[in-house]
């Protein structure tokens, strides 16, 4: 049997690291993609303990040099992928504050900050997955996972009867995700002609770093979705955002597809 090859990047913590876990112990070969060596090899370590296939490849998506080497090593070492999980985000351009893990307001938006965001979460994303389709191409049925989040739907931000619409949240980050799902549809439409499904995965408000471990949701539950849409069958949609449902009512495990 073929063994299948998951890129992941930011994979070396968080729902990144959780996501590396759950398909190394499907039996899926992972490659942890990460920034800084150090942080990597040591997700390796970890995953190689609990008998995942792991590989660190180091991975930073703002630096094309290095999104190149990636991709180049990849062709060398297995010549295609089956799946990319682009995992990697931030959601504040400087140091942690309470103010910049709430937000700000729009209008206090800090330009710098934003272009930060937007060089990982949506330039980092086109970057990464343009060098990868090639790989991808190859593969017989390559899963895409842009990893999104709810407040990247406008249709959930704005609705008053949604919890979402009174999140606190700035514009950078946010509007990040709303590019990232119109990436994820236009890839989808691009390539419907194809074995290759590309889909936006929201995996709930979850306690990492990246939000000061103020979410209610594990990682372990955050990365199910992930996983979820790495591994669909070919009878299954491609060009949606799917994951956690946060609804009125509390955060329940509520799981479907969520509006633009
Ligand atoms: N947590 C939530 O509530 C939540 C909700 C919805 C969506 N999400 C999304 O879930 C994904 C994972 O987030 P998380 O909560 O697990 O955050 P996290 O714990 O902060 O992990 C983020 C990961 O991205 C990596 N990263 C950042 N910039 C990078 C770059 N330029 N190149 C490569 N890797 C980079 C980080 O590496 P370093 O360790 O080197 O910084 C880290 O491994 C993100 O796309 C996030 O937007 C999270």
Redesign the pocket.
């Known amino acids: 049997m073929t063994t299948t090859i998951a890129l992941i ?9 959780e996501t590396a876990r759950q398909l190394g112990a499907r039996g899926v070969a992972v490659l942890v ?4 060596e150090e ?1 990597g090899l040591k997700a390796e370590k970890t995953l190689r303990a609990e008998g995942a296939d792991a590989r660190f490849i180091p ?4 630096d094309p040099e290095s999104v190149q080497q990636a991709a180049e090593r990849v062709d060398k070492e297995f010549g295609r992928l089956d799946i990319l999980v682009n ?5 504040r351009g400087g140091p942690l504050s309470a103010a910049t893990v709430r937000g700000g307001s729009p209008s206090e938006t800090d330009l710098d900050a934003m272009r930060a965001i937007y060089e ?2 949506v330039f ?1 994303v086109i970057a990464v997955t343009n060098a990868m389709l090639p790989l991808l191409r190859r593969s017989p049925a390559a899963r895409i996972v842009n ?5 990247g739907s406008v249709t959930s931000m704005t609705d008053p009867a949604s919890p979402l619409s009174r999140f606190p949240a700035g514009l950078a980050y946010p509007s990040s ?1 709303t590019a990232l799902n119109m990436i994820t549809a236009l890839y989808a439409r691009e390539l419907r002609d194809t074995s290759i499904k590309v889909n936006a995965a ?10 000061g471990h103020t ?1 209610f ?1 594990s ?1 372990s539950e ?1 990365a199910e979705v992930s996983v979820h849409l790495a591994t669909l069958p070919a009878d299954r949609p491609t060009g949606i955002l799917w994951g956690h449902l946060w609804t009125a009512a509390g955060p329940q495990d509520a799981y479907g597809t969520l509006p633009w």
Request: glycine share 16%; proline share 2%; net charge positive.
């Open positions: 990047t930011g994979a070396n913590k968080g729902i990144g690291l993609g990460a920034r800084d942080r991975l930073d998506v703002t995992n990697a985000a931030i959601s990982t979460n980092g990893v999104s989040s709810e407040v995700k929201n995996p709930g408000y979850t306690a990492t770093d990246l939000n979410g949701r990682v955050a």
